[in-house]
């Protein structure tokens, strides 16, 4: 099982951002999809849930109104738009170890992508 999380860059504030990530090896169709981030000298943190059939979407408050998560078959995508310098972290997606699973609890996720930095200058 593979989750390859690509798009990253280095923006200015207020730009946008699309990040994506493939998943392979087994069918997501029944997982709930996740986005966390890690900043520097932090810990990990949730950032944007999608349950399995995309009727449900979670997102952290720091990020609520200027990012979007969606999914395709086996591709989930994170559409990051008003980037804050703060927002600048490695990105990482994910996928629990159960299926029909939606939770923000990081414990939960057994499946992580290797991640992608995103770097925002003011």
């Known amino acids: 099982v593979q989750l390859q999380a690509s798009g990253g860059g280095t923006v200015q504030a207020g730009d946008s951002l699309r990040l994506s990530c493939a998943a392979s090896?087994?069918?997501?169709?029944?997982?709930?999809m996740a986005w966390f981030r890690q900043a520097p000298g932090k810990e990990r943190e949730f950032v944007a849930a999608i349950s399995w059939t995309s009727a449900n979407t979670r997102y952290a408050d720091s990020v609520k109104g200027r990012f979007t998560i969606s999914r395709d078959n086996a591709n989930v995508y994170l559409q990051m738009s008003s980037l804050e310098p703060e927002d600048t972290a490695v990105y990482y997606c994910?996928?629990?170890?159960?299926?029909?699973?939606?939770?923000?609890?990081?414990?939960?996720?057994?499946?992580w992508g290797q991640g992608t930095l995103v770097t925002v200058s003011s």
């Open positions: 090896g087994r069918t997501f169709s029944t997982y709930t």
């Open positions: 994910a996928s629990p170890s159960s299926p029909y699973d939606f939770t923000t609890n990081p414990i939960r996720y057994y499946y």
